[in-house]
């Protein structure tokens, strides 16, 4: 399918599932020369990481844990501003290493409040790994250890991604038509 309607917008596609699983291998790849000596921990970010995780950690060839995490965004009381709180911690993070696991990164700010609530479980060292860039939107100095694929800045659905919901099922990823939003 090289086009997909979902509700009232048309998408295109951007990466076919092929092409996806031969990047989640390379991903793999480096992991498993990186990260094997050390005490591992894959922390997911639910809902849209489920595909990428699951392809990913197949590959992976050492002991690790893996967890799951959701952010909720509710208004901070002082600032007004948006803040995303991490749920569903229950592991001891204290002296391991942390692999952060998201779907997307675009303005970069998720990420950092994800790095941030983390970082006060005392982790040895914490790395990222995002199946998706927007890289034209993403201006912090932080550094991705792990990139799938820099994207244009165009809005994206599915292998877990979704616009209204819908979408996360489909094996390949695709772009909303430009014009479109
Ligand atoms: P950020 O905080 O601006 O980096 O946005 C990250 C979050 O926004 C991701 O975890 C996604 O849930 C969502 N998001 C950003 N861009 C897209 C997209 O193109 N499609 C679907 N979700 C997106
Ligand atoms: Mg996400």
Do not use: C, W
């Not at 927007?134 to 877990?160: A, C, M, Q, W």
Request: without cysteine.
């Amino acid at each position: 399918m090289s086009e997909i309607v979902i509700a009232d917008k048309r998408f295109s596609l951007l990466l076919t599932s092929e092409k996806i699983q031969q990047q989640i291998e390379l991903i793999a790849e480096l992991m498993n020369d990186d990260l094997k000596n050390h005490e591992v921990i894959f922390i997911g970010v639910l809902n849209g990481v489920f595909m990428f995780a699951a392809d990913l950690l197949k590959r992976i060839q050492f002991n690790a844990q893996i967890s799951f995490v959701k952010v909720s965004s509710y208004q901070g009381m002082e600032s007004g501003a948006k803040i995303k709180r991490l749920i569903g911690i229950d592991e001891e993070l204290k002296g391991k290493t942390v692999i952060i696991l998201e779907d997307i990164i675009d303005t970069g700010r998720t990420i950092e409040d994800i790095i941030e609530q983390i970082r006060g479980y005392r982790p040895e060292q914490i790395r990222v790994a995002v199946l998706l860039l927007k890289h034209e939107i993403y201006k912090s100095n932080l550094t991705i250890d792990y990139v799938g694929f820099r994207i244009p800045n165009r809005f994206v659905v599915g292998y877990g991604l979704d616009y209204l919901g819908y979408g996360r099922n489909l094996r390949n990823i695709y772009a909303l038509e430009e014009g479109e939003l």
